[in-house]
């Protein structure tokens, strides 16, 4: 063989070479799109569509709940505020507020926690017994706050 046909297969391997990687490349990407689109479509899709109402009801449930949360919140810094010292129109202002703050909660937090699954009952149960301690407890110092 003359050395002008080694250089040239010399030359030519690496290139050979290089084609038949990028092509192994080409071909395990398809393969890679193709599982991540049946992953996607089929798969994924099917479980979101089999489970899309129970997960519905729970993002209403659990926006229920963070908004109960948030009106206990503003029930507690209108306490805190009557508590400081405030009076007049301040004082009936704040009282209404969170009288229907108050309301609000219990509303709220019963209609999130229906939604959620049967053995959350027992927690929904136990809110109702503490909510009903911290009603009078807050009930007793607006009049508290009141008579002052």
Not at 108 to 114: A, N, P, V, Y
């Given at each position: 063989m003359r050395i002008k046909n080694k250089l040239l297969l010399l030359a030519l391997a690496p290139i050979l070479g290089t084609t038949a990687l990028v092509s192994v490349g080409y071909y395990q990407l398809g393969n890679l799109r193709e599982a991540n689109r049946h992953l996607a479509e089929d798969q994924f899709g099917t479980l979101v569509q089999h489970k899309l109402p129970h997960l519905e009801s729970l993002h209403k449930s659990i926006a229920l709940l963070l908004n109960g949360d948030r009106d206990a919140y503003q029930v507690l810094q209108a306490e805190l505020q009557i508590m400081d010292g405030v009076e007049g129109e301040a004082l009936s202002g704040l009282i209404d507020q969170s009288a229907g703050n108050l309301d609000?909660?219990?509303?709220?937090?019963?209609?999130?926690?229906?939604?959620?699954?049967?053995?959350?009952?027992?927690?929904?149960?136990?809110?109702?017994?503490?909510?009903?301690?911290?009603?009078?407890?807050?009930?007793?110092?607006?009049?508290?706050?009141?008579?002052d």
């Open positions: 609000q909660v219990h509303e709220r937090i019963l209609k999130g926690g229906s939604a959620l699954p049967p053995e959350s009952n027992g927690l929904v149960t136990e809110f109702e017994t503490q909510f009903a301690a911290w009603k009078s407890l807050h009930l007793g110092n607006l009049e508290l706050a009141q008579t």
